[in-house]
């Protein structure tokens, strides 16, 4: 009986160019189901299938040690679809006269620049800074895992219920802090340059300590809330 490996290697090879062009088609699809991109519900949902997509492609290719070529495009080619619909939004948002979040938005972007630029360079140029034992797929395929957290989040965005918001928080915390600084950060320390090190991973590791911190002031909030007192009632 063939493995997952062997099987996969049987699969329709796509070059880097042909991976991206489709999965930007699929999720320009996905958001443009009617309403369209400027529905909430449709952002979020295809928020939440390519967290589901990119965390099962990186599970199976680090698993596999298949090539990454195909998992690092379908995020590569959200983060693009995704700012795309982001600056359209955005546009429209002021045209209607409504209020932005900057700060929020400004981190977006930069998590989707860094998201796309980064995994084209780690796909190609992973050598260039980080040490030939450094593992196949590249260490892009593992920071995707971070993925997981992100169904949670657009659950608790789409029902704004206290258990999806606490579920959001465990994932996000034990896939992008725990794993990232139990494994991911050690790991680019010791096997890339230093000024590799600093270029990769230090930002994107940074917004991920940011949003946590941010999240965890959120869950304070909201139990502080809960708990006040109520006010009594003047008769």
């Not at 195909?70 to 600056?87: E, G, H, N, Y």
């Not at 139990?182 to 230090?202: N, R």
């Amino acid at each position: 009986m063939e493995s997952l490996k062997e099987q996969i290697a049987g699969w329709p090879q796509f070059s880097y160019v042909q991976a991206l062009a489709g999965w930007f088609v699929l999720w320009t699809a996905l958001v443009s189901i009617p309403p369209g991109h400027t529905e909430q519900k449709n952002v979020i949902m295809m928020n939440m299938a390519h967290g589901a997509v990119a965390t099962s492609l990186a599970v199976v290719t680090i698993l596999t040690g298949c090539d990454s070529t195909f998992s690092t495009a379908s995020s590569v080619a959200f983060f693009a679809v995704d700012a795309l619909v982001m600056i359209s939004n955005g546009r429209r948002q002021k045209r209607l006269g409504e209020k932005l979040d900057s700060p929020a938005r400004a981190m977006d972007y930069a998590h989707h620049l860094i998201g796309a630029v980064y995994g084209t360079f780690l796909l190609f140029g992973q050598q260039v800074v980080c040490q030939p034992s450094c593992p196949a797929p590249n260490l892009y395929t593992y920071a995707q895992t971070n993925e997981f957290s992100t169904p949670f989040y657009g659950l608790y965005r789409l029902t704004r219920h206290p258990i999806a918001g606490g579920l959001f928080a465990l994932a996000f915390f034990g896939s992008r802090i725990v794993f990232n600084f139990m494994y991911l950060v050690p790991y680019s320390w010791s096997h890339c340059t230093f000024s590799g090190f600093m270029a990769i991973a230090a930002p994107y590791q940074l917004l991920q300590v940011v949003w946590m911190f941010l999240i965890m002031k959120k869950v304070a909030a909201s139990l502080t809330c809960g708990r006040k007192p109520k006010a009594a009632k003047v008769a």
